[in-house]
Nanobody, 118 residues
Framework: QVQLVESGGGLVQAGGSLRLSCAAS????????MYWFRQAPGKQRELVAS???????DYQASLKGRFTISRDNAKDTVYLQMNSLKPDDAAVYYC????????????WGQGTQVTVSS
């Protein structure tokens, strides 16, 4: 079965750092573009960052410089390093895998909660 399991969330003080992980199983990891999304209460889910198998990255403009997405294809894992966290960064962070194959599958993880105290 396909699983995307996020981890690394928790409570952090403003200005602190957190590293999220998303471990994939049941897919050929290199065939997927990986994404991080986040959703705060009362807000729409928004794209945080993406990374291709070849390590091309894209970021929400407002987050670039504080957040870094990376992947380890040998470990089937994508990471999100979050620095200088702000209360507005508090959200559930979701991992998403999008197949490079036309009409291929899309998978979502269950999410990991990030709470930032002021």
């Amino acid at each position: 079965q396909v699983q995307l399991v996020e981890s690394g969330g928790g409570l952090v003080q403003a200005g602190g750092s957190l590293r999220l992980s998303c471990a994939a199983s049941g897919i050929i990891f290199r065939d997927y573009v990986m994404y991080w999304f986040r959703q705060a209460p009362g807000k729409q889910r928004e794209l945080v960052a993406s990374i291709t198998s070849g390590d091309y990255t894209d970021y929400q403009a407002s987050l670039k410089g504080r957040f870094t997405i990376s992947r380890d294809n040998a470990k089937d894992t994508v990471y999100l390093q979050m620095n200088s966290l702000k209360p507005d960064d508090a959200a559930v962070y979701y991992c998403k895998a999008v197949s490079s194959t036309e009409f291929g599958p899309i998978y979502w993880g269950q999410g990991t909660q990030v709470t930032v105290s002021s």
